[in-house]
């Protein structure tokens, strides 16, 4: 049971690649895992099937929110071990046809959200000496993509993040780490509007022959979160199938 008595939290925890996070979380033991979303719809039934998840609604670029929670989690739970930054949203098109809000709207989400909650949460790890951060990156962030300026600069941005805090977290003493998963195309919700036919020559170019699966990106992200990658930090793991290389 990697993460008996851990207190965790995931962003983006209702549905998705962090709902399976928060699944494979509550199953490996951990003492709580706040599932955060913007929308607390689908949180009863996450609750009913895992007793150590809680799910609370929050918007991630609202800074006094986030920082309210993050105070009430630590004084239910006295700390906070791990914290996943999953909470993502894609506006996708050309530049000439980008408007200012599809710019605006993934930075704040994808980039600030980020920062606001690694802000609140990194000194309270610090403080402790220890604590594990995971970012959810994306393969765009590595490696660009028509059509998605805004998410591959918030993607990309997460990952220089990333490096900078893992040196920044580590200072003194303590033991934070801080890595990112950095995901190739996944079944999710937010891809089941693409048709198959854009998919196929995706899959075609994949080695391992399939598009990933929320589990597949969970189980990277358990494990850079789990005492198992104690020294592992400043790192990006890349998830997806072997699609570049």
């Known amino acids: ?16 690649i962090g709902r399976g996070i928060v699944e494979a979380f509550a199953g490996e033991g951990a003492a709580k895992v706040w599932a955060l979303d913007v929308s607390g719809a689908d949180f009863p039934a996450l609750e009913a099937a895992f007793p150590n998840a ?9 800074s006094a929110a986030v920082k309210a929670l993050v105070e ?20 996708d098109a050309l530049i000439h046809k980008m408007s200012d809000d599809d710019w605006d709207s ?13 802000r609140a949460v990194a000194p309270i790890m610090m403080e402790g000496g220890r ?27 997460v990952v220089a ?11 003194k003493g303590a033991k934070v780490r801080v890595n990112a998963v950095s995901p190739g195309y996944c079944r999710t919700p937010m891809i089941a509007s693409v048709p198959e036919k854009v998919l ?23 494990f850079l979160a789990s005492d198992d990658a104690e020294f592992i930090t400043g790192q990006v793991l890349r998830v997806d199938g072997g699609l570049v290389l």
């Open 200 to 222: 196929e020559p995706i899959i075609a170019r994949t080695p391992l022959g399939r598009l990933a699966e929320v589990k597949d990106i969970a189980n990277a992200v358990l």
């Open 161 to 171: 993040m990333t490096k900078g805090w893992a040196k920044e977290f580590a200072r």
């Open 54 to 62: 809680e799910g609370a609604v929050l918007d991630v670029t609202d």
């Open 72 to 91: 009430r989690i630590v004084a239910e739970g006295g700390g906070i071990d791990v914290l996943v930054n999953n909470a993502g949203i894609t506006r």
């Open 131 to 157: 604590g594990a951060i995971v970012s959810i990156g994306s393969v765009v962030g590595l490696d660009g993509n028509i059509g998605q300026s805004n998410y591959a600069a918030t993607k990309g941005g």
């Open 106 to 118: 993934v930075v704040e989400v994808n980039l600030k959200g980020v920062f606001l909650m690694t």
């Open 1 to 16: 049971m990697r993460m008996t008595g851990k207190t965790c939290i995931v962003t983006g925890g209702a549905r998705g």
